[in-house]
């Protein structure tokens, strides 16, 4: 069973806002963002998050000030992980991110939780569609790999990425598993798979912590 709270927080970019679900007894806390134009309504997010409640662990999916002043075009990087940064201190002050600290999100908010891991103290990172290389352009240079956010993260880390994701498919690393489910960047074409993974994962993180 697990409790709903809904509550604000401050951050210095305006207030965010974090959908908390409170499990009894949590073996540890699952905290997600969302996508760059998305919210915290996206399926894959969902399904993540139940998934996580099933074996043990609150959830929070957390809203960044630019989606909460109702602005769909994302803030600079650098706006995100400070608000990211606030939003997980807030949580963890109020009581409401218990045990092990898991941080994440789709897309954007993967790669706000990557960069953000070491301030945030997390003890993993679980990526939902990691935009590992935005697609060129015609008539354009290839964009940069973001695999440089990914790297230095050194705890464990769990990739769920769709098998024809135009972003392309990040490598897996020492710390760092990925789960290839059907489908594209959206995750929408297999939700059984995504919740496979992350219960899986989250599963041998709470009991190797």
Known sequence: MATEIETEIETPHGAARAHVQAVDGARGTLVLGHGAG?????????????????????????????RVAGRRSPAPAHHLDAAWTAMIEH??????????????GRSSGARVACRTAAATRADGVLCLAFPLQPPARAGKQPAASRLS????????????????????????????????????????????????AVRAWLSHLGDAA
């Open 149 to 196: 956010e990914l790297e230095p993260v050194g705890i464990p880390v769990l990739i769920v990425q769709g098998q024809t994701d135009r972003f392309g498919i990040p490598p897996e690393g020492p710390s760092r598993t990925v789960v290839l489910v059907r489908g594209d960047h959206a995750l929408r074409s297999d939700l059984g798979g995504v919740s496979d």
């Open 91 to 104: 949580l963890r002050a109020a009581g409401l991110a218990p045990g092990t600290l898991v941080v994440g």
């Open 38 to 66: 998305g919210g915290v309504g996206a399926r894959d997010l969902v399904a993540a998050a139940e998934a996580a409640r099933a074996t043990g662990f609150s959830t929070a999916l957390v809203e960044q000030p630019y």
